[in-house]
């Protein structure tokens, strides 16, 4: 796996710090309230679990699995609902945690599908924006890392399913991509 990679862009050490930032930040936001934190899977999974570490206030989850990449690099631009959420969103302060935001139309259309359901409030916690790939107008509050206009994988992003589970965020070489 290690040998698919061609560049290492931030390491476990980066993420590691940069979430428990994240997490402080969050503890003083919420301060007093209960958060509903919704998980988007998967890429979101390792995120989720290392960022509610550091967070301090009580919080709630729940997940919500979509899906519009598939095994490509680039967006279907349909995004598909895969498994929804199991408690009801109304009046709950909502905290969506992403892994990146790249053409944003996974994020936007999860807003859109919260608002009509009457969440009291909806924050984006995003650790990678890639600015580059934006498709639809679309800012997360809180945000780890912007990166280049590449495909990256590790730290639950994915190519074709595999790279998950590596623990830091790099390019994979170009011969392992199909298209
Ligand atoms: O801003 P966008 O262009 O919509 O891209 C971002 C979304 O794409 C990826 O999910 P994917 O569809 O690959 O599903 P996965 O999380 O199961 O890998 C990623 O985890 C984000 O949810
Ligand atoms: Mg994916």
Known sequence: MQNDIQEVLITEEELQQKIKELGR???EEYAGRTPLVICVLK???IFMADLVKAITVPVEMDF???SSYGASTKSSGVVKIIKDLDVSVEGRDILIVEDIIDSGLTLSYLIELLRNRNAASIDVVTLFDKPSGRTVNLEARYTGFVLPDE???GYGLDYA???RN???VGVLKPEIYSN
């Open 161 to 163: 399913e595999r790279y």
């Open 166 to 168: 590596l623990p830091y």
């Open 151 to 153: 495909f990256v994988v």
């Open 64 to 66: 919500m699995a979509v």
């Open 43 to 45: 890429g979101a999974f």
């Open 25 to 27: 930040t969050l503890s």
